[in-house]
């Protein structure tokens, strides 16, 4: 069955970096679109960011644009997400999701940034 | 990058039937037959429930049904049942990115 499984959150100071991962399994990881959605305490969900099957293709919210970077290792079947230059309102559970549709979604990994 | 706008709840009784809006532009919901819908109950992870407008994937009921006209997307339920009570995103490509509604609180009376 599928499997996505987030891991990397934790608590980081303003200006600091983190690396989420995103192991995925039960399905052939090379053929989907993947993407990180958050969802800060308490609120909705926002769309981070997308990466093509072949990594061709990338896209970023506005809010993370330019601190955050998304890849994928399709060899290892894993998604990842470098966050740089992080700032209080990067406080959010972080979800990777499969395809266009985000039709599978990891239980996600809270990061929190605070001083 | 604006969010799709949703009622910020609803709420029905068992049986009843609820539909929740979302209301985007022509440069998202309406431009494009790509909006899907996420159930999440707390603590949980979203699921999705309707994408390509009105396609439900395996496994979800056929209570859960999806629509569009112009630039407004609605998902409606039928037949409410008490495990119904969640959290409902709305979700729309809009040409190089991907937008969420606010979030609607369904509450089953």
């Known amino acids: 069955q599928v499997q996505l499984v987030e891991s990397g959150g934790g608590l980081v100071k303003p200006g600091g970096s983190l690396r989420l991962s995103c192991a995925a399994s039960g399905f052939t990881f090379s053929d989907y679109y993947m993407s990180w959605i958050r969802q800060a305490p308490g609120k909705g969900l926002e769309w981070v960011s997308y990466i093509s099957s072949s990594s061709s293709y990338t896209n970023y919210a506005d809010s993370v644009k330019g601190r955050f970077t998304i890849s994928r290792d399709n060899a290892k079947n894993s998604l990842y997400l470098q966050m740089n230059s992080l700032r209080a309102e990067d406080t959010a559970v972080y979800y990777c999701a499969r395809g266009w549709e985000l039709g599978y979604w990891g239980q996600g990994t809270l990061v929190t940034v605070s001083s | ?109």
């Open chain 2, 1 to 109: 990058q604006s969010a799709l706008t949703q009622p910020r709840s609803v709420s029905g009784s068992p049986g009843q039937s609820v539909t929740i809006s979302c209301t985007g532009t022509s440069s998202d919901v309406g431009g494009y037959n790509y909006v899907s819908w996420y159930q999440q109950h707390p603590g949980k992870a979203p699921k999705l429930m309707i994408y390509d407008v009105s396609k439900r994937p395996s496994g979800v009921p056929d209570r859960f049904s999806g629509s569009k006209s112009g630039n407004t997307a609605s998902l409606t339920i039928s037949g409410l049942q008490a495990e119904d009570e969640a959290d409902y995103y709305c979700c729309s490509y809009a040409g190089s990115y991907t937008l969420f509604g606010g979030g609607t609180k369904l509450t089953v009376l």
